[in-house]
């Protein structure tokens, strides 16, 4: 189930339900979109317990301008990245709630099971079905799960996770763009160029060249 994350440009005490639109930046984030804290930030944060949390319909915390920015940067290319990056600078400002609130959105005891089965073979050429196959699940149930904690379906997941792979290696290696695309699990170098080019408006090989001029 996904949570939203208000940031208020604004500094007076109007109620969340009459802030104007143009004055906020709401950022969905879902669990999954967290899961790289790792639990054991989460435990360590967690330490500093003390009572229970008292959970509030929303909680205000203070952003700057370059802030601001930042995350809107941010948004603009990975809405993840984001959620992580906001979430990392509330836990800096107040360690108790957001930790607590982070153990009860994750779950300190959460199985991986699926998910870490997907972080070690998303690199394979399987369609989703082979995937909900090799876990004993429907395709549909596969897809639910994901949505859940995601926030969008596997394939898609799959597909962020395979072009992520592929944007660091055409960054660190001087590996052809068809052995990049073979290696990141798609079915062939105009797979892999043609969805690069939808994502990142331009083709791998320009890509890389620009980014060893730049």
Known sequence: MAAHLFIQQRQDSTQMDDWPKEDCIILTCYPGHLIFLQQDLIIQAAKCRQETLQTESYKKMPLDKMMIACLEGLLSMDSALSAGF????????????????????????????????????????????????ELGLSSHKLNALFSERYGLPAKKWLTQQRLK??????????????????????????????????????????????????
């Open 165 to 214: 792979k592929g944007y660091e290696l055409l960054l660190t290696t001087a590996m052809p763009v068809a052995e990049i695309a073979r290696r990141c699990g798609f079915s062939n170098h105009a797979h892999f160029s043609a969805i690069f080019r939808r994502h990142f408006k331009t083709n791998p090989s320009a890509f890389r060249e620009r980014a060893r001029h730049s």
């Open 86 to 133: 906001l979430y990392l600078y509330c836990l800096g400002l107040d360690k108790f709630y957001f930790s607590e609130l982070l153990c009860r959105f994750i779950g300190l005891n959460i199985s991986h099971t699926l998910f870490d089965f997907f972080q070690q073979h998303y690199l394979r050429k399987w369609p989703v079905s082979r995937y909900a196959r």
